[in-house]
């Protein structure tokens, strides 16, 4: 089976710019996590999602963030406009269940660097 | 509230030597403890999991950690450790999946 997979796995953009993350979970996995790991310190979660809706996003860090699963397949994470705090590793990760003995499994992540 | 803390940010180890990776938790609820790794240029993959029963848990590829519920640890063992075992290594706890910052072993000959 194909594994989660992101795009792109880099990209560089200016302040002020505009970026989409893709993340295409395994199919058939109802969850789908975003999550982002800052400058070598803990991945921290921002959302996830059941399906198309969002379940909890309590981890998104403020209104320049905004994700969507339209239709309940891929997920985007759109930043606007980004800043500079914005850089960092952004992994998505999807399951089929939910809870504990639902193993996450993760895409090789999105390296985000804003200049 | 759930948090993790990874004591070591880097643990340098030669082939065949032991190594610990040291985590401890913080949770006002019952825990499921994980450790997961990332290898270079790969996403985390799931090593080993705590949910209940034996504090002991294993992995296929020779780690093995200890829930010690008194100390809130779940250090991360290995008797006698690759160059395949070059990795960043995080401890995580339920339920968003708390993770540490992680701790990058490497392995030299």
């Known amino acids: 089976e194909a594994g989660v997979t992101q795009f792109p796995s880099h990209s560089v953009i200016e302040k002020g710019q505009t970026v989409t993350l893709r993340c295409d979970p395994i199919?058939?996995?109802?969850?789908l996590y975003w999550y982002r790991r800052v400058m070598g310190k803990e991945i921290k979660f921002l959302l996830h999602?059941?399906?198309?809706?969002?379940?909890?996003e309590s981890g998104m860090p403020n209104n320049r963030f905004l994700a969507e699963r339209t239709g309940g397949t891929y997920s985007t994470l759109k930043v606007q406009p980004a800043e500079l705090e914005d850089s960092g590793v952004y992994f998505c990760?999807?399951?089929?269940?939910?809870?504990?003995?639902?193993?996450?499994?993760f895409g090789n992540g999105t390296r985000l660097t804003v200049t | 509230a759930q948090s993790v803390t990874q004591l070591d940010s880097q643990v340098p180890v030669f082939e065949e030597a032991p190594v610990e990776l040291r985590c401890n938790y913080s949770?006002?609820?019952?825990?499921?403890l994980f450790w997961y790794v990332q290898y270079p240029n790969q996403g985390l993959q799931l090593l080993l999991k705590?949910?209940?029963?034996?504090?002991l848990v294993e992995s296929i590829n020779g780690f093995e950690a200890e829930f010690n519920k008194s100390q809130t640890s779940f250090h991360l063992r290995k008797p006698s450790v690759h160059i395949s075992d070059t990795a960043e290594y995080f401890c995580?706890?339920?339920?968003?999946?708390?993770f540490g910052a992680g701790t990058t072993v490497t392995v030299r000959a």
């Open positions: 949770s006002s609820v019952s825990v499921y």
């Open positions: 705590y949910l209940s029963g034996s504090t």
């Open positions: 199919s058939g996995h109802d969850n």
């Open positions: 990760a999807s399951s089929q269940g939910y809870g504990y003995n639902s193993p996450l499994h």
């Open positions: 999602f059941v399906k198309e809706s969002k379940q909890d």
């Open positions: 995580a706890v339920t339920g968003q999946l708390s």
